[in-house]
């Protein structure tokens, strides 16, 4: 088998300030699916054409952010060899018990040095996406309601001490840099674009002084038009757009930023290239960073580099 390791960004733990108003948001407006509640007040949601439990689950607290960002490997004996591999490293990992998360197994968890806890796992109930195994259709009621993302794709971090991020996705978890930006001095990196896969990016960071801080988790749309439709469902319920509809230079995605509404930024994706990990890596210097960010307006916007939860 060609994909082994760490296969993709299974879930993440967004907290919101006001649960029941995020959970009428994210059902009604960005359209998820959702499916369960916990013990802990915790709710679960999936995106339509997700196949596994869940992938975005809500936890009410009185600070927005990120919980946790989970990647699923392959098995279970991988999620062990990679808790050796990071152990082995120098990263002290944990496990959390299978079950404390509706429907998923064991996690390894482990903190970056740029104060993020990341998440490893093999096993999460696929439940499946609602279409039938055997002659399927292309879509159902849920692909119809809302914004309504194919899947969890990515997610973009700000905080300290991206070099050793880098290495410890790269030289100990599989990861591939399909792109960066260089800092002012031409040569640290500010920002790093790494995937796990085929996609031109599975995760992202960027240097920022403050610890564990969420930029945005980021939706796949099948299309540019629905990346549009998107906007125009963001107007009718009034969601506070931050960029786009645009297209960035990195990556090549065509997006928009918007905020639920406890102002932790999400982003409607699509496009973007299909790169190799021997593909050399693409660089933006620090005076394209506009490009970058929003390539037909050549903007670096003020909120993508101040703006986090
Ligand atoms: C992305 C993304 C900049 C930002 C790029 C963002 C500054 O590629 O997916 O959010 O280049
Ligand atoms: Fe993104």
């Known amino acids: 088998m060609a994909m082994t390791g760490v296969l993709r960004p299974g879930h993440a733990q967004v907290r919101v300030l006001e649960l029941e108003k995020a959970v009428t948001f994210y059902r009604d407006v960005l359209g998820l699916v959702e499916t369960g509640r916990d013990d802990q007040g915790r709710v679960y949601f999936k995106c339509w054409d997700e196949r596994d439990h869940n992938s975005y689950i809500l936890r009410e607290s009185d600070q927005a952010g990120l919980d946790f960002f989970g990647f699923k490997v392959l098995d279970e004996a991988t999620l062990d060899q990679l808790e050796k591999d990071l152990n082995e490293y120098g990263i002290k990992t944990r496990r959390l018990p299978a079950g404390d998360l509706l429907e998923t197994g064991e ?10 806890d990341i998440e490893l ?8 996406n609602g279409i039938p195994a055997i002659n399927p259709g292309p879509w159902c009621a849920d692909s119809e309601r809302g914004i309504a993302p194919v899947r969890l794709d990515h997610t973009l971090l700000y905080g300290p001490n991206i070099a050793e991020v880098k290495k410890i996705f790269v030289d100990v978890l599989g990861f591939y840099l399909v792109e960066r930006v260089l800092g002012e001095d031409g040569d640290s990196e500010a920002a790093i674009w790494l995937s796990c896969s085929h996609k031109v990016h599975d995760i992202a960071i960027a240097e920022y002084p403050e610890p564990g801080k969420l930029h ?40 928009i930023y918007a905020w639920d509404p406890s102002g932790n930024r999400f982003e409607t994706f699509m496009g973007g290239y299909q790169p190799y990990p021997d593909y050399e890596p693409l660089t933006w210097t620090f005076d394209n960073f506009g490009q970058g960010l929003d390539y037909p307006q050549r903007k670096l916007h003020e909120t993508f580099l101040t703006v986090v939860s």
């Not at 996690?107 to 993020?116: D, I, K, N, W």
């Not at 796992?121 to 499946?128: E, P």
């Not at 299309?223 to 963001?234: C, K, N, P, T, Y």
């Open 216 to 255: 945005h988790c980021s939706f796949l749309m099948e299309s540019w038009e629905r990346v549009l439709r998107a906007g125009d469902i963001m107007s009718m319920n009034e969601v506070p757009v931050d960029i786009g509809p645009t297209r960035h230079g990195v990556t090549r995605g065509c997006t």
């Open 121 to 128: 796992y093999a096993t999460k109930t696929a439940v499946g």
């Open 107 to 116: 996690r390894v968890r482990f903190t970056l040095p740029s104060g993020h």
